[in-house]
């Protein structure tokens, strides 16, 4: 069982909606992760934080706002998202951020319909 | 240019048929690579890391090796449950995980 969990498993917004993903872990991991997953594609990087500051944002549009309110919570915040948004979002976690070699730990994700 | 490749992209075998997936990497100074598997709709499950040529790492079915170029998913005698996405990764330098494009796992019974 995944020690990363994220909630809501299932999320359909509208275009004009603002919603919240969270993720939380209890591994005393120092580095989180969001990744964005298309259908049949390996998961792409957005945001990485690492001992609560964000350390890596990979070009993410601003209508995705990431937050890390302690070491073991991360959100990811939306707002005006488009239907290409749609995909499985994926919180990750590891010991240590940048390349360490730390294995990365990832939840279940949240799947997210833009209507 | 630094790549993580794949293969076969499909591979489809009789429940006790044993085989074998590929992961080559052309990234130097390799930090780690790593083994994920993944079922539709669900985030990828860690199942190995491996950090030096020669190493050996084993998880029930499942035996992963690495060399100073590829790495070798062997399956013996899998059964339908171990039917999934299995996808490669490696990290190196100070980039975050540099992903292959997976290999599509059905096993028939």
């Known amino acids: 069982d995944t020690e990363v969990t994220q909630t809501p498993k299932h999320l359909v917004m509208g275009m004009t909606n603002k919603k919240s993903l969270k993720c939380e872990q209890h591994m005393g991991h120092r580095a989180m992760y969001w990744y964005k997953q298309k259908a049949k594609k390996p998961p792409e990087l957005m945001f990485v934080?690492?001992?609560?500051?964000?350390?890596i944002n990979e070009s993410v549009p601003s209508r995705f706002s990431p937050e890390c309110p302690n070491s073991s919570l991360l959100n990811l915040h939306l707002h005006a998202l488009q239907p290409e948004d749609s995909a499985l979002y994926l919180c990750?976690?590891?010991?240590?951020?940048?390349?360490?070699?730390?294995?990365?730990?990832f939840g279940e994700g949240s799947w997210l319909t833009v209507v | 240019e630094d790549q993580v490749t794949q293969s076969p992209e499909a591979l489809r075998l009789q429940e006790g048929e044993s085989s074998s997936l590929n992961c080559s990497y052309t990234v130097s100074g390799l930090r780690g690579l790593f083994w994920y598997r993944q079922d539709p709709g669900k985030g990828p499950e860690f199942l190995f890391t491996?950090?030096?040529?020669?190493e050996e790492k084993e998880k029930e079915r499942l035996k992963a090796t690495l060399t100073k170029k590829e790495s070798f998913l062997h399956i013996t005698a899998p059964k339908p449950e171990d039917s999934a996405t299995y996808l490669c990764a490696v990290t190196w330098g100070n980039y975050q995980l540099i992903w292959g494009a997976g290999t599509k796992l059905i096993i028939k019974p």
């Open positions: 491996l950090y030096s040529a020669g």
């Open positions: 934080y690492s001992y609560e500051k964000l350390s």
């Open positions: 990750a976690s590891s010991q240590e951020g940048g390349g360490s070699g730390n294995t990365i730990y």
